[in-house]
C-alpha cells in the first residue's frame, strides 16, 4: 500500500485547511484509515481514523473542529481542519490500519504550520 498526503501548509490561526491521502496498491485488506501528527519533541499522536464502515474517531484536542471523511470512490481520506490554533502545528501522517490496531503503512507527511 502506498500512502500520498498533501494539503499542508502556513495558515493564520483561526484558518482551515484540507489534507487529503490518497491509497493505492493492495487496500483490501484495511480496516481504517487515520491521521497523526507530530510536533517536534511530541510523540505521535492519533488525531483522528475512519473505519471502512464510516465511524469515526477524533483525539478530545481536535473535536467539534477537525472532521475526517472518505471517498471510496477515489480510495482518498480528507481531514478537514477548522479553527486552527498554533498548537496544532506539526507534520500530519496518514496511515492505514489492518486488524482492530495493526497500523501498518504510513505516508510521508505533510507540515502544517499555524502563525499566531
Known amino acids: 500500500v502506498q500512502l500520498v498526503e498533501s494539503g499542508g501548509g502556513l495558515v493564520q490561526a483561526g484558518g482551515s485547511l484540507r489534507l487529503s491521502c490518497a491509497a493505492s496498491g493492495n487496500i483490501f485488506s484495511i480496516s481504517a484509515m487515520g491521521w497523526y501528527r507530530q510536533a517536534p519533541g511530541n510523540l505521535r499522536e492519533l488525531v483522528a481514523h475512519?473505519?471502512?464502515?464510516?465511524?469515526?474517531t477524533y483525539a478530545d484536542s481536535v473535536k467539534g473542529r477537525f472532521t475526517i471523511s472518505g471517498d471510496n470512490a477515489k480510495n482518498t481520506v480528507y481531514l478537514q481542519m477548522n479553527s486552527l490554533k498554533p498548537e496544532d502545528t506539526a507534520v500530519y501522517y496518514c496511515?492505514?490500519?489492518?486488524?482492530?490496531?495493526?497500523?501498518?503503512?504510513w505516508g510521508q507527511g505533510t507540515q502544517v504550520t499555524v502563525s499566531s
Open positions: 475512519i473505519t471502512t464502515g464510516g465511524t469515526t
Open positions: 496511515a492505514d490500519r489492518v486488524g482492530s490496531n495493526n497500523w501498518r503503512y
